[in-house]
């Protein structure tokens, strides 16, 4: 799978599993333009790419505004002239229980998972519809294809990004434009590790991170190991390569969500 001449954009790009499908792009020969809220970090997955020999630009993006939105897909067209593949990947979590889900804290998080999704993916078709060409890649979860305890704020958004994805697919058809949904399932970014992160929050007592993290691999996967954000990366590039294949929600999952 070649994507030589081709020119990608992926959100939340900065690290994790961002970080890890921008690699498997240029991997495959595309130039890169990598936006996170973090710009020191898009700067670092910048000379990543720019390692492998191919163009890169690290831009500033908040994705839950649309000037932001808006100026970010301008800044990739005047850097690179056009716009191929984007990925929509940036994404935030956060664990309460339903009763004590506040207002602002549902609107936070639909704010950049829900509307980011749609804001980039508005912006994108606007350049990629005259061109008659596009790929576009909205990482959702498993938990937009099932319900977790305590995070149904996430599931809601991430079930929105599914919806959505599968609307637009049908919208954006004939124009030459695929639209799909990448759905992770446990993979080891700063959203699961660390004090903060589901293993650090998810530990029975007494247990460090550490065995957190491997309790959770065990009990929860069929494999028993954590996905990799190359095995996501992976999957994007096969639908930036695909033709005839739009409006799906695929899990790179080992099985968790059967
Ligand atoms: P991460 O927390 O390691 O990386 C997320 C990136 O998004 C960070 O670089 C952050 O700065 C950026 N970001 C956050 N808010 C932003 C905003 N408003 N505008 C622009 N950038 C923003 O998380 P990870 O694990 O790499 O997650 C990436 C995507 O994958 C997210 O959408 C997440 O919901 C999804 N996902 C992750 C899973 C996992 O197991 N790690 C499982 C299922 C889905």
Not at 61 to 90: K, P, R, W
Not at 138 to 151: D, M, Y
Not at 236 to 253: F, M, P, R, S
Request: charged share 20%.
């Amino acid at each position: 799978m070649q994507l030589n001449g081709k020119t990608a954009l992926v959100t939340g790009g900065g690290r994790g599993i961002g970080q890890g499908i921008a690699m498997a792009l240029a991997k495959a020969g595309a130039d890169v333009a990598v936006a996170d809220l973090d710009i020191k970090i898009a700067e670092e997955t910048t000379a990543k790419v720019e390692a492998l020999g191919r163009r890169s630009i690290a831009l500033q993006v908040d994705v839950s505004s649309s000037e932001s939105v808006n100026m970010l897909i301008q800044a990739v067209q005047e850097y690179f002239g056009q716009l191929d593949i984007a990925v929509n990947n940036a994404g935030i979590i956060s664990i309460h229980s339903v009763e004590e889900l506040s207002a602002q804290e549902w609107d936070r998080v639909m704010a950049v998972n829900a509307k980011g999704t749609f804001l980039c993916t508005q912006a994108e078709l606007e350049v990629m519809r005259p061109r008659r060409y596009g790929r576009i890649v909205n990482v959702s979860s498993i938990a937009g294809k099932v319900g977790f305890p305590n995070l149904s704020h996430y599931s809601a958004s991430k079930f929105a990004v599914i919806g959505f994805t599968n609307a637009v697919a049908k919208e954006v058809a004939s124009d030459g434009v695929t639209v799909n949904a990448l759905c992770p399932g446990v993979v080891g970014t700063g959203m699961w590790r660390g004090e903060d992160g589901l293993a650090g929050r998810w530990r029975e007592e007494g247990e460090t991170e550490q065995a957190s993290w491997e309790r959770h691999q065990k009990t929860l996967l069929p494999q028993g190991e954590a996905q990799t954000p190359e095995d996501m990366g992976q999957l994007v590039v096969y639908l930036a390569c695909a033709e005839h294949v739009t409006g799906q929600a695929i899990a790179v999952d080992g099985g968790f969500s059967l």
